[in-house]
């Protein structure tokens, strides 16, 4: 296995029966959903399931990476939401090597000014990255990103520098993409930006970085297999992990669910699964609300909370391989007895040590906790565990009665947008 999950701990004896026989019911629908959606995949195909084995567009990036890593010394990404978060997670598993990759989301006219102070515009290239087309931050980074490029390099650099991934049809991104001669990826159309990582959308920037995209592939096909296997629905990982999340919210009142990877790589797609899990099943009063923490550091900050605040939380820890990674502590060169507990081990020894600590800690707290361990900490590590959350959100989304793939309420907000920047042109004139 890549990796191996545990929920043994999500069942505190405050839960006692009624929470168990909830697990029972609910992984028992899991199971049922499981099928429906290999089902639905067979017949009609579901855009996310079938990244891992037609790898849509890779061969068009293979290319434009080459040639981002070639001539530039830094790439900026402009996108928000789904397609930036997906690409951040993956580029956090990158060689180190050049060019740097920036993911720009803000439209802070300080974060922005900054960023183009640092650049050497004429080794810079951008990726711009809008599903729509019409994403109001990312149409207003683009524009400030060419109206500094013409100012430095002029109009011809526009095609040479920048790349867009957006859907087919008529939108604001692609006519500037039309007008400027600005290459264009297409980003599949039934493919929601949450659901983007392992398209182009993630990749593409993964792989100017340096990221075995291969790998990636190979761990989200392994985790799919896994999961549409033919082995025991206890045994399924994404089922397990969608039937104790929603039977703890229904019997105990667990509403909020924490990430608390303990690795630092891992940080980024803990932000990743925080959108994917909030934006999939905040519907119609449902939903739990997913929470970032990163240890050994949040230990200190957060932990206590956990531990003896509110019962409304189930903690997810995930573990890397680390036992005798990094340096080795040699506590004599203080002459200090008191910190003798650390001789003899390794940096990785000491996170190990962290992240069972606070799960056994907060075991015998009676909060519930899940562990992810992994095998090896890496790119096809990160694609599996991508894949399984995916599925597990879709899983339980459909246990609670919401559709996974909308986004209703955001929607309403981006047209709101664009309605009171039109009303502030007519006060202006």
Same mark, same amino acid.
């Given at each position: ?8 701990s999500? $069942?505190?004896a ?5 929470l ?6 609910l992984l028992?629908?899991?199971?049922e959903?499981l !099928? ?8 009609n195909?579901?855009?996310f399931?079938?990244l891992? /084995?037609r790898?849509?567009g ?19 990404v402009f996108?928000?939401?789904g397609?930036?978060l997906g690409?951040?997670a993956l ?6 090597k ?8 803000s439209i +802070? ?6 960023? $183009?102070d640092?650049?050497?515009l ?9 599903k729509?087309?019409?994403?109001a931050?990312?149409?207003?980074q683009?524009l400030v990103a ?6 430095a390099?002029?109009e011809?650099s ?8 957006t ?7 692609r006519g500037?993409a039309?007008?400027f001669?600005?290459?264009t990826?297409?980003?599949?159309? /039934? =493919? ?5 990582v ?5 990749? =593409? ?5 340096g990221?075995d995209?291969?790998a990636?592939?190979?761990g989200?096909g392994a985790?799919?297999d896994?999961?549409?296997g033919?082995?025991?629905?206890e045994d399924?990982?994404p089922?397990?992990?969608?039937a ?5 919210a229904?019997?105990l009142g667990?509403?909020n669910t924490v990430?608390?990877?303990y ?5 980024g $797609?803990?932000?990743?699964?925080r959108?994917?899990w909030?934006e ?6 449902e ?15 957060q932990l ?15 573990i890397?391989?680390m036992a005798?990674d990094g340096?080795?502590? +040699?506590?004599s ?5 008191r910190?003798?507990y ?7 020894d000491?996170?190990e040590?962290?992240? !069972?600590a606070?799960?056994?800690?907060l ?5 519930p906790v ?17 894949m399984?959350?995916?599925?597990e959100?879709?899983?339980a989304?459909?246990l609670?009665?919401?559709n996974p793939f +909308? ?11 664009r309605?009171?920047m039109?009303?502030s042109?007519?006060e202006?004139?």
């Open positions: 296995m890549i990796y191996h999950q545990s929920i043994e999500c $069942f505190p405050a839960g006692g029966v009624a168990r026989e909830s697990y029972d019911g028992s629908a899991a199971k959903q !099928k429906k959606l290999a089902d639905e995949n067979a017949k195909g579901i855009a399931l079938d891992a /084995s790898r849509e890779l061969e068009a990036a293979k290319d434009i990476a080459q040639r981002h890593q070639e001539q530039f010394e830094d790439v900026v996108a928000t939401g397609s930036s690409g951040r580029c956090a598993f990158a060689s180190g050049k060019p740097q990759l920036h993911f720009i989301d +802070d006219p300080h974060t922005i000014a900054r960023l $183009f640092q650049l050497e004429a080794k810079t290239g951008f990726i711009a990255i809008s729509s087309g019409e994403t931050e990312t149409l207003a683009v060419l109206g500094w490029l013409r100012t390099l002029g011809k526009f095609s040479e520098r920048m790349t867009i991934i859907e087919p049809g008529d939108s604001p991104l500037l039309a007008h001669h600005i290459p990826l297409d980003h599949n159309p /039934s =493919l929601g930006g949450r659901y983007s392992l398209s182009i959308v993630g990749l =593409l920037p993964a792989m100017i970085a990221v995209s291969a990636v592939l190979a989200a985790s799919l896994a999961a549409f033919p082995g025991p629905v399924n990982a089922a397990a992990g969608a104790i999340s929603m039977a703890l229904r019997e667990i509403k990430v608390m990877p690795v630092d790589r891992l940080e $797609f803990a932000c990743w699964y959108q994917l909030a999939s099943l905040g519907k119609n009063g939903g739990t609300t997913p929470i970032t923490a990163l240890g050994p550091v949040d230990q200190h900050s206590q909370l956990y531990l003896d605040g509110p019962a409304d939380k189930l903690v997810t820890i995930f890397g391989a005798g340096a080795r502590l +040699d506590p060169v203080s002459g200090d007895h910190i003798s650390l001789a003899d081990h390794c940096l990785g000491l996170v040590v962290s992240a !069972k606070t799960t056994e800690t075991a015998r707290h009676g909060r899940r562990t992810i361990r992994l095998e090896k900490t890496d790119e096809t590590a990160l694609g599996a565990l991508m399984h959350f995916m599925i959100t879709v899983i989304a459909r609670i009665g919401v +909308d986004q209703p309420a955001v929607e309403e907000g981006k047209a709101l947008i309605q009171i039109l009303e042109q007519g202006e004139s």
